[in-house]
């Protein structure tokens, strides 16, 4: 079992930049796929970037695609979301998941362990 923990967010204008990590306990990241969704007020969630278990290969929704970038960090057991050129609408609750069934997936019901999420708000 992992447990997982987001931070990072906040309040950003528009055009800025942030960057979300997610800690994980209980077992390394690299032994999971890992993904960043979102919610965003009224809506439901949504897959935004993905990371392959046991791989380096990666995965983007494409309304985040250019501006988001996925990695993980196997030192410190964190899996990063950097955020660029951030707009309006990427104002959300964002949620790290793990899956330990799937090496890689875009759908919320393939993860099996998730975070409470960060909020990040981008202001026009």
């Known amino acids: 079992q992992v447990q997982l923990v987001e931070s990072g967010g906040g309040l950003v204008q528009a055009g800025g930049s942030l960057r979300l990590s997610c800690a994980a306990s209980?077992?390394?990241?690299?032994?999971?796929?890992m993904g960043w969704f979102r919610q965003a007020p009224g809506k439901e969630r949504e897959f935004v970037a993905s990371i392959m278990r046991n791989g380096d290969d990666t995965y983007y929704a494409d309304s985040v695609k250019g501006r988001f970038t996925i990695s993980r960090d196997n030192a410190n057991n964190l899996v990063n979301l950097h955020m660029n050129s951030l707009k309006p609408e990427d104002t959300a609750v964002y949620y790290c998941a793990a899956s330990i069934r799937y090496r890689t997936s875009v759908y919320s019901g393939q993860y099996d362990y998730w975070g409470e999420g960060t909020l990040v708000t981008v202001s026009s």
């Open positions: 209980g077992r390394t990241v690299s032994s999971y796929a």
